[in-house]
């Protein structure tokens, strides 16, 4: 199960977030607007999960920096 992390205003923010989380060894799953899919502009903002049990992690990742 994921739960909602965060909203990053754009896809570019959004794959940044998601490198520093994966380099701390935590999954992050970047979805685009509901109703775009496929065709969501690289400067929509997309909303990042993390897995259900791994949401203090992330808490404690941005914590750090």
């Known amino acids: 199960m994921w739960v909602e992390f965060m909203t990053a205003r754009n896809a570019y923010v959004a794959q940044t977030?998601?490198?520093?989380?994966?380099?701390?060894?935590?999954?992050?799953?970047?979805?685009?607007?509901?109703g775009y899919g496929e065709e969501?502009?690289?400067r929509d903002a997309r909303t990042l999960y993390v897995p259900s049990g791994k949401a203090h992690v992330a808490?404690?990742?941005?914590?750090k920096i």
Not at 17 to 34: D, M, N
Not at 59 to 63: S, Y
Request: proline residues 8%; aromatic residues 8%.
């Open 59 to 63: 808490r404690e990742i941005l914590r």
């Open 17 to 34: 977030w998601s490198e520093l989380f994966a380099a701390e060894g935590l999954s992050v799953r970047i979805i685009p607007p509901i």
């Open 40 to 42: 969501a502009s690289m």
